[in-house]
């Protein structure tokens, strides 16, 4: 057994051992290289060299530190809206030697959403980390955060990144389609049609359209998408 100040290594990314991230179940993933791996292996396909990396729901720092390890990503900005899992992304990047990822604990809105009271917006942090959520999870007797909420146009505009990727729970489908994503050439997420069915399906693909994207067919598999502006 490996001694608790032994990093995790999984795909060349260390991880420090942190049993309340890092459990049994995520552990095993990480230790056969199934954690993300359509994700990473997506991403691989079209990030090229020097790119700028905009991450939502960018979860314990893997696919942020292999863009940059093993892509050669110029910068990465990390948005996630559990601080718990901000601080252990920061940690991760530390022991990676990686100074070029900058994490933002936030929510992103859509362009057009209204500004929610105070500029924030309650998160609820559960155990284990992946159920936490922005919608009160039944039973729930758990800490409850308030996150910034900051509109995606925004984060586009400060960190101008070439490449989104967006692994939000089901957020993603009506998120971009009114978001100002000038300089963006692609977008890659994660479709989760057991939250909003296929109506859901329909709004993500036609916001990505009315931005003057279309899905590309050979960077994407299952239920890892991409879109690309067209030229």
């Known amino acids: 057994m490996a001694d608790d100040d032994t990093p995790l290594t999984s795909r060349g990314v260390d991880f420090p051992r942190d049993p309340e991230v890092l459990t049994p179940r995520i ?8 954690y993300e791996a359509g994700e990473l292996e997506t991403l691989r396909r079209f990030l090229k060299p020097g790119a700028r990396l905009l991450e939502l729901g960018s979860g314990i720092g893997m696919l942020s530190s292999h863009a940059v390890k093993h892509c050669g990503a110029g910068h990465v900005a990390c948005v996630e809206a559990n601080p ?6 920061r940690r991760v990047h530390a022991a990676n030697g990686i100074g070029t990822a900058q994490v933002i604990n936030a929510v992103a809105l859509p362009g057009d959403a209204p500004a929610p009271p105070g500029g924030t917006l309650p998160f609820y942090v559960t ?3 992946w159920s936490s959520s922005l919608a009160r999870p039944d039973g729930h007797d758990g800490p409850v955060c308030d996150v910034p909420a900051v509109r995606l146009s925004e984060l586009v505009a400060e960190h101008r990144p070439d490449v989104i990727a967006c692994d939000i729970e089901g957020g993603e489908a009506d998120l971009f389609g009114s978001s100002d994503l000038s300089g963006v050439r692609h977008v890659m997420m994660e479709l989760h049609t057991r939250v909003y069915g296929g109506e859901g399906i329909r709004r993500t693909f036609e916001g990505m359209h009315r931005q003057g994207f279309f899905y590309h067919q050979k960077h994407s598999a299952a239920d890892i998408v991409v879109f690309e502006r067209l030229k």
């Open 127 to 129: 155990d284990p980390f």
């Open 27 to 34: 552990a095993r993933k990480l230790e056969r290289a199934t």
């Open 84 to 89: 718990r899992l901000c601080d252990y992304t």
